[in-house]
């Protein structure tokens, strides 16, 4: 299972991009790398996916180089309501069967101030 | 959102009484997986199951048990619950072809 190591906690300002980066060095060939986003007394809900190169949705980047050992979830012009924990998670999703972990590091504390 | 929803809310117990967490999803989802959630530890795994009746452990699964008879249900069963086991209760669902994973709105539970 390959283990991911994200900064415990980052600080930005309101309108400013903000980069909160994900080392996962033992990915594996059928790995995915997701991130979640969570907010205070809620469950995670997800916010995008990839396997390699770029993926880009309507909150945000994600950049994941050639080798795969890291990817950088990248939001534009954060705002107060950004404030929160991300969470980068590596699996093999299109494993059918039993072996389908999904494990998550420690998270990213995210706060926006104005 | 899909609908996966988590009973109860919040529970207080006392120590050694046995504790079942209930969750229940509404989308047919296959793969459904049960986390804690403390501070400093992020989200741990406790039991996953890709099916009915089909189920395994996961990061830290000593003390839990888990049942699924039903697609739509997946129960977590503390037999003799422990003070470390206080903790906020995370359930989450996927289906066969969906990368995403849906979250339940947490169960609080304190064992005094």
């Known amino acids: 299972l390959a283990k991911t190591t994200q900064p415990i906690s980052m600080d930005s300002y309101e309108g400013q991009e903000v980069n909160i980066t994900c080392s996962h060095n033992n990915i594996a060939t059928n790995d995915y790398i997701t991130w979640y986003q969570q907010f205070p007394s809620q469950g995670p809900r997800f916010i995008i996916q990839?396997?390699?190169t770029k993926v880009t949705n309507e909150v945000a980047s994600l950049f994941i180089p050639a080798d795969r050992k890291s990817s950088t979830l990248s939001l534009p012009r954060v705002s107060l309501s950004d404030t929160a924990v991300y969470y980068c998670l590596v699996g093999d999703i299109e494993l059918t069967g039993g072996g389908n972990k999904l494990t998550f590091g420690t998270g990213t504390q995210l706060k926006v101030e104005l | 959102d899909a609908g996966i929803t988590q009973s109860p809310r919040h529970k207080v117990t006392e120590t050694g009484t046995p504790v079942t967490l209930r969750c229940h999803q509404t989308e047919n989802h296959r793969y459904m997986y049960w986390y804690r959630q403390d501070p400093g530890h992020g989200l741990r795994l406790i039991h996953y199951s890709y099916g009915v009746k089909d189920t395994d452990k996961g990061e830290v699964s000593d003390g839990y048990s888990v049942s699924r008879s039903k697609t739509e249900d997946f129960l977590l069963t503390l037999e003799s619950a422990t003070s470390s086991q206080t903790s906020v209760y995370f359930c989450?669902?996927?289906?066969?072809?969906?990368?995403?994973?849906?979250f339940g709105s947490g169960t609080q539970l304190s064992v005094l």
């Open positions: 990839g396997y390699k």
């Open positions: 989450a669902s996927r289906g066969l072809a969906n990368e995403k994973l849906f």
